[in-house]
């Protein structure tokens, strides 16, 4: 079984639990409390040197990090990752977009608004740029959204599941979804395909907390 350390309101997190439900994959989380220096330990950087979540345990001692790779890794061989060679690059193209354009401004404004207490006032100035530019990627989905049903290969994929993690969150985070129909629709089609999860949802597989498995191990 894998293991995945995770933290619940982490939407990087988020992308591999729901990819994890969709393909029915059972798995044991570990929860990592990034706001209280878990993902720093020594023992966690000498699995992840990145210090952070998520990261997916393979086999015994052997740790994937970074969530779009982790998300190749479940999907290949299954409906999740498109099989011809455009469709594929289609899909990492999104994912690519999904790091570079969204998760940085939407998912900053989410941590920092949502997650610490007092980040609007640490954040004032970055604010701006993460709704300018967050609004920026939202058009770009909205545009590609208007003619098409799902990002890559006309059907859910994990490019779907990718930009579905922090999209979802927008509007906690002050950015007005309202404005943008086709992601809307896109949003309720990934929330009505089988399996779905929402991102407070835990395995039944017994989560323990990261201190707690340490002890345990
Ligand atoms: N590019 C990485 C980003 C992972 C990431 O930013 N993880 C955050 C939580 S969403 C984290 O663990 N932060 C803790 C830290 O950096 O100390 C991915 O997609 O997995």
Request: charged share 20%; net charge negative.
């Amino acid at each position: 079984m894998y293991k995945l350390y995770s933290m619940q309101r982490s939407g990087n997190s988020y992308k591999v639990r729901l990819a994890l439900a969709f393909l029915d994959a059972p798995y044991r989380a570990i929860e990592v409390d990034i706001l209280r220096g878990e993902s720093r330990t020594p023992d966690f950087l000498a699995k992840n040197p990145s210090g952070q979540v998520p990261l997916l345990e393979t086999a015994p001692g052997r740790y994937l990090a970074e969530s779009n790779a982790i998300l190749w890794y479940l999907a290949v061989g299954t409906a999740l990752a498109p099989d011809t060679r455009m469709d594929r690059a289609e899909a990492l193209q999104w994912m690519f977009f999904e790091q570079h354009a969204l998760e940085p401004n939407i998912g900053s404004a989410y941590f920092w608004l949502c997650l610490v207490k007092g980040g609007r006032d640490l954040q004032t100035h970055a604010l701006e740029d993460w709704l300018e530019r967050g609004y920026a990627a939202l058009q770009v989905m909205e545009n590609h959204l208007k003619t098409n049903d799902y990002f890559a290969a006309g059907q859910l994929t994990i490019a779907d599941i990718a930009l579905y993690g922090y999209t979802h969150v927008a509007d906690q985070c002050d950015f007005d979804l309202s404005m943008f129909p086709a992601v809307n629709a896109w949003l309720r089609r990934v929330e009505q395909t089988p399996g779905f999860i929402t991102m407070d949802w835990t395995p039944e597989t017994a989560t323990v907390d990261a201190a707690n498995f340490a002890a345990e191990a």
